[in-house]
Structure formats: structure tokens, C-alpha cells
């Protein structure tokens, strides 16, 4: 069936560096989701990118869509504390959109 | 404002008890869906609906039971089939299905006791 592989599953980074999750679907996506879950809550949505190669900036927050629209990524430049969460991307199902169907995560955290 | 809502935040079963979490959304959207959380899982998916009176099994529907008879809620029952039911359960809502951002409610932290 369908799968969305996020790496790394663990990042741990000092306070000011950057950070990278990649996403990678085994089938084209119509539009790729990314969503952050902070630390005992619930997944909030970031942001969706719907066309081939697009790139959307959310202040210190760089999302790509790639070409093949089959994989994705997520930058931030210059970790803050408030960065802390685990970073999740989701693509809809293959054959329809009923539902969508999301990568294990990336759970980040942050020294300061 | 408008939102989802999910009660309670905490709950407690014990073993061979059925338990019914609520999910309640005030944004008028079509489609609702539970996911179950455990970790190092990510999110799966238990049941969706994208209309009242109707709905789909997800990857893991075994176990648990669902109702859509009004719009804004989409109620879940745990039954005693459910294995091992102690996880977190997020339930989220949609404009449309697949290609509209998901709101998620603040989630049930259930523990079977």
C-alpha cells in the first residue's frame, strides 16, 4: 500500500542551528500537508503545497514540494525553543482523497 | 471561535468495559476522522466520514465502533474487543476529504486499568 517515510525520526539540535525532515511518498501526491504536534499535544496544520517544485516560506520555515511531487522537506533556519515538536507530513491516499495518510514524524528537540 | 472538541481528556477503563470518546466541531465540516496515537506510530487511522450517516474503516478499525448521526459529532466507542486499547485518540475534522488541512481536537489520553 501507499507509504510516507519521514527521516530522521530523531533530531536533536543546539539552539541557532538549522534543521531538515524529508519526506518521501512511494506514490505522486495531489498536495502535501505538514503539520507540528508540540510536546503533549496535538498536531496543528502548518501549511499545504499543492504544485510541482513549489516553495512557501513561514518566516524562519522553508517547505518544498518536489518536482516529481513524491517528496518534500521542511527547513527551519536557526532553531529556537519554541521549535521543540515532532513535524509530521501527510499526502492523501492513493485513488481518492478520502483520507489522508501521514509519515511517522520527525521529533525535534531543541538545546539551549 | 470555532473548533473541535474532545472529551475527556483523561480516561480510565478497566479491562472487559466498553468506553465512548466524544468529538464534538463547530466549524461545519463535512468530514471527520479518528486516528489513533502510540508512540513511535504516528498517526493511524481508525475510522473517516465524509457524510452523516455514513462512514469508512480505516487501517485499524478493529476493535472500535463509530456513529455519524449528526454532522457535528463523531462519537467513538472502544469495545472490550479492542486489545490494547491504552493510547492517545485524536479525533480531527475537514472542509473535504484529502485535500483540505485537518483540525485536530486536543485528543483522550486512554488508559486501560
Known amino acids: 500500500g501507499q507509504q510516507v517515510m519521514q527521516i530522521p525520526q530523531y533530531q536533536h539540535v543546539q539552539e541557532g542551528e538549522d534543521f531538515t525532515t524529508y519526506c518521501n511518498s512511494s506514490t505522486t501526491l495531489s498536495n502535501i500537508q505538514w503539520y507540528k504536534q508540540r510536546p503533549g499535544g496535538h498536531p496543528v496544520f502548518l501549511i499545504q503545497l499543492v504544485k510541482s517544485g513549489e516553495v512557501k516560506k513561514q518566516k524562519r520555515l522553508t517547505f518544498q514540494f518536489g518536482e516529481a511531487k513524491k517528496n518534500s522537506s521542511l527547513h527551519i533556519t536557526a532553531t529556537q525553543t519554541t521549535d521543540v515538536g515532532t513535524y509530521f507530513c501527510a499526502g492523501p491516499a492513493q485513488g481518492g482523497s478520502e483520507k489522508l495518510v501521514f509519515g511517522k514524524g520527525t521529533k525535534l528537540t531543541v538545546n539551549p | 471561535d470555532g473548533g473541535i472538541t474532545q472529551s475527556p481528556k483523561y480516561l480510565f477503563r478497566k479491562e472487559g468495559q466498553n468506553v465512548t470518546l466524544s468529538c464534538e466541531q463547530n466549524l461545519n465540516h463535512d468530514a471527520m476522522y479518528w486516528y489513533r496515537q502510540d508512540p513511535g506510530q504516528g498517526l493511524r487511522l481508525i475510522y473517516y466520514s465524509q457524510i452523516v450517516n455514513d462512514f469508512q474503516k480505516g487501517d485499524i478499525a478493529e476493535g472500535y465502533s463509530v456513529s455519524r448521526e449528526k454532522k457535528e459529532s463523531f462519537p467513538l466507542t472502544v469495545t472490550s474487543a479492542q486489545k490494547n486499547p491504552t493510547a492517545f485518540y485524536l479525533c480531527?475534522?475537514?472542509?473535504?476529504?484529502?485535500?483540505?488541512?485537518?483540525?485536530f481536537g486536543s485528543g483522550t489520553r486512554l488508559t486501560v486499568v
Open positions: 480531527a475534522s475537514s472542509r473535504k476529504t484529502g485535500n483540505y488541512g485537518y483540525t
